[in-house]
T-cell receptor, first 115, second 114 residues
Framework: AQSVSQHNHHVILSEAASLELGCNYSYGGTVNLFWYVQYPGQHLQLLLKYFSGDPLVKGIKGFEAEFIKSKFSFNLRKPSVQWSDTAEYFCAVSEGSSNTGKLIFGQGTTLQVKP | EAGVTQSPTHLIKTRGQQATLRCSPISGHTSVYWYQQALGLGLQFLLWYDEGEERNRGNFPPRFSGRQFPNYSSELNVNALELEDSALYLC?????????????FGPGTRLTVL
């Protein structure tokens, strides 16, 4: 069965520190990859997505992610975090070749940025 | 542009009752998705509707059902409620059925089963 694993459940950083959140998936076929963010009191919103092409994807608010097919990974990065990045981050995968409508989510990573 | 809306915000039911949750997609979106976010289980895919038809369902019992109306809004019905149905139910919509379409999420309905 397909699954998504986020290795870090809770990350605490100081402002200006660099961020990398790990995401690995298990599926042998073509995939679409997403990172969603949920700020406190708000609903899930898309940070960035990968469907094809350049494996380095840039999203909103200075976030980027790199798809490494050989490692089944799609790690999220930001060079310098801000207090406003405090949120829960979810990695998600959908099948690329057959449309099931289903997003498979990781368990989420809570990021706390200290001012 | 209005986002995905869901009602009610909170719903409290007792075991054995039925719950009805509603979702209005973003204008122009034809696909609606339902997810359950239960404590400790993460976000689990429940149902997908597109153009009024159920296209796929997740690994949930048949007492979870729903429908999509001609205006693309959707209802999720949960019959014979059980305590473990207590969760946040999220609705999402997308522009069409292609797998690369972004799913836009609503704020959710918090269902509590007593």
């Amino acid at each position: 069965a397909q699954s998504v694993s986020q290795h870090n459940h809770h990350v605490i950083l100081s402002e200006a520190a660099s961020l990398e959140l790990g995401c690995n998936y298990s599926y042998g076929g073509t995939v679409n990859l997403f990172w969603y963010v949920q700020y406190p009191g708000q609903h899930l919103q898309l940070l960035l997505k990968y469907f094809s092409g350049d494996p380095l994807v840039k999203g909103i608010k200075g976030f980027e992610a790199e798809f490494i097919k050989s490692k089944f990974s799609f790690n999220l990065r930001k060079p310098s975090v801000q207090w406003s990045d405090t949120a829960e981050y979810f990695c998600a995968v959908s099948e690329g070749s057959s449309n099931t409508g289903k997003l498979i989510f990781g368990q989420g990573t809570t990021l706390q940025v200290k001012p | 542009e209005a986002g995905v809306t869901q009602s009610p915000t909170h719903l409290i039911k007792t075991r054995g009752q039925q719950a009805t949750l509603r979702c209005s997609p973003i204008s122009g979106h034809t696909s609606v998705y339902w997810y359950q976010q239960a404590l400790g289980l993460g976000l689990q895919f429940l149902l997908w509707y597109d153009e009024g038809e159920e296209r796929n369902r997740g690994n949930f019992p048949p007492r979870f059902s729903g429908r999509q109306f001609p205006n693309y809004s959707s209802e999720l019905n949960v019959n014979a409620l059980e305590l473990e149905d207590s969760a946040l139910y999220l609705c999402a919509s997308s522009l069409g059925a292609a797998s690369y379409n972004e799913q836009f999420f609503g704020p959710g309905t918090r269902l509590t089963v007593l």
